[in-house]
């Protein structure tokens, strides 16, 4: 499934406001690609980035840290920044607690966390770590992965290593540990009907950020990988609106 283009990192050359778009836990560029395509259609340049331990197989998780995550992003964030007169980052779920911290660390335009878990209904997440050696892999589907429809952007991992849950838990603390450490305009988006980050969630980021410049946008219909469903123009509009008028910001 992971060979199919639309799962493949991407890049696509348009103007002088260079997105980095990172995609989420077990997820890959395809969560992003469609979102990247309306930028790209609007006048920005965009990149979207496969994260270490991804687009393989789950196991190939067991693999990696949040560390590996983490300096993958900044790799590809210091290569934008250094490209672009501006510079944003926006990812869904993970990927949001990652523009969080590049925010935090980094000179940027704009951040726009998507469906970023700074809370999530998970309630094990603290125990990760210890469940790990009797509860190795955590599964939503069949053991075998399924072939996908080749016109699906919903590509990702079925299953995933229960310690990859604790480098998750890892990120989302040390985003919100320094949420005030952000300065630049932020937009957060969120769905009312997202079953895994809990909706204080966004809140929690606007109220922590020290930004002048913040948006929200709630989203009514759709699941927590919402960049892939009939609301993701409702997403494309309001992140080009924002993103241009962060270009003028203080």
């Not at 919402?226 to 080009?240: F, R, S, Y």
Request: one cysteine or more; hydrophobic letters at 40%.
């Amino acid at each position: 499934m992971f060979s199919l283009p639309q799962a493949q990192p991407f890049e696509m050359e348009g103007g002088e406001h260079g997105v980095l778009l990172i995609h989420g836990f077990t997820g890959s560029p395809s969560h992003m690609r469609l979102i990247g395509e309306g930028l790209h259609r609007a006048g920005f340049s965009v990149k979207g980035i496969l994260l270490p331990g991804h687009g393989t197989k789950p196991e190939d998780m067991k693999k990696v840290s949040w560390q590996d995550w983490l300096l993958a992003v900044r790799l590809a964030a210091k290569e934008m920044r250094q490209k672009y007169k501006y510079f944003s980052v926006a990812g869904l779920s993970m990927g949001g607690v990652l523009s969080l911290i590049l925010a935090q660390e980094m000179d940027v335009n704009a951040c726009v966390p998507i469906a970023a878990p700074i809370r999530i209904f998970t309630p094990f997440r603290r125990l990760a770590l210890l469940m790990s050696p009797f509860v190795p892999m955590i599964g939503w589907g069949p053991e075998k992965e399924e072939e996908p429809d080749p016109a699906t952007y919903h590509i990702g991992y079925r299953r995933y290593p229960t310690k990859s849950v604790h480098d998750l838990s890892v990120l989302m603390d040390k985003a919100e540990k320094d949420l005030s450490l952000i300065h630049c305009p932020v937009l957060s988006i969120q769905s009312k009907m997202d079953k895994t980050v809990r909706p204080e969630s966004p809140k929690m980021i606007l109220d922590g950020v020290s930004s002048k410049e913040k948006g929200m946008l709630w989203l009514e219909t759709s699941p927590h990988v919402c960049t892939i469903t009939d609301e993701k123009e409702k997403v494309i509009e309001a992140m080009t609106v924002f993103l241009r008028k962060a270009e003028n910001a203080d």
